[in-house]
Each structure stands twice: as structure tokens, then as C-alpha cells.
Nanobody
Framework: QVQVVESGGGLVQAGGSLRLSCTAA????????MGWFRQGPGKEREFVAA????????YYADSVKGRFTISKDDAKNTVYLQMNSLKLEDTAVYYC????????????????????WGQGTQVTVSS
């Protein structure tokens, strides 16, 4: 079993920045994707970003590309989501999740393929 815990949410003004952290513990597979998803008020949960262990490339939703950066510390099984130039529409509960390796393009966006989820952390962007 794997436990996933997020932290770092909070209240920030539009244009500001926040950094989220996510740490996985337990029986960690040797290769995995860690993804960030979010669910805004009245919206469905959506993909935000993902990164694969031992690879530096991050993958992003178009809505956050150029503003958010995903990074990781493989030794700590920890991923980070640096969120800059925050907008009102970024307000959401942000979830971190882990899945095993997949090879098809875009597979890291598939929510139902993620096996382990954190409890979520609230990010509120105010005007």
C-alpha cells in the first residue's frame, strides 16, 4: 500500500505564487508517475501536471502551461508544484496521485489509472 500526502495549499491573491508538495510513502514502485489534479467549485476534477520518476520532463494541462512547474526529488519520493501567476480560476482542491509506469502518450492524464490519491489541499485565489 502507498500513502500520498499533499501540503502547501492556502489563500493567495491573484498574480501570486504557491508551492504544493506531495510525498508518497509505503511500497513505492520502482517506476511511477506522480500527477497533480484539481477540482474547482462546481467543476469536474481535471489533470494539471505529471512527472515520471527518474525523468525530468513534466507534462502540463494547457491551462497551466507556462505558469506551473512540476518538479521532484526522487530520493524522497516527493513532487512539487510551483504555481506562479495564479488566477481566480485556479481556485480548487488540488490532489496528488500516483500510478505505475505507462508508455502510451498522454496516459499520465487518465485519472482512473491512478491507484493512490492524497486527501487534497485547498488553493484559493482571491482578487
Amino acid at each position: 500500500q502507498v500513502q500520498v500526502v499533499e501540503s502547501g495549499g492556502g489563500l493567495v491573491q491573484a498574480g501570486g505564487s504557491l508551492r504544493l508538495s506531495c510525498t508518497a510513502a509505503g511500497r513505492i514502485p520502482s517506476t511511477y508517475y506522480m500527477g497533480w489534479f484539481r477540482q474547482g467549485p462546481g467543476k469536474e476534477r481535471e489533470f494539471v501536471a505529471a512527472i515520471r520518476r527518474n525523468y525530468d520532463n513534466g507534462y502540463y494541462a494547457d491551462s497551466v502551461k507556462g505558469r506551473f512547474t512540476i518538479s521532484k526529488d526522487d530520493a524522497k519520493n516527493t513532487v512539487y508544484l510551483q504555481m506562479n501567476s495564479l488566477k481566480l480560476e485556479d481556485t480548487a482542491v488540488y490532489y496528488c496521485a500516483m500510478r505505475g509506469y505507462c508508455s502510451s502518450y498522454g496516459c499520465y492524464e487518465a485519472q482512473n489509472a491512478y491507484d493512490y490519491w492524497g486527501q487534497g489541499t485547498q488553493v484559493t485565489v482571491s482578487s
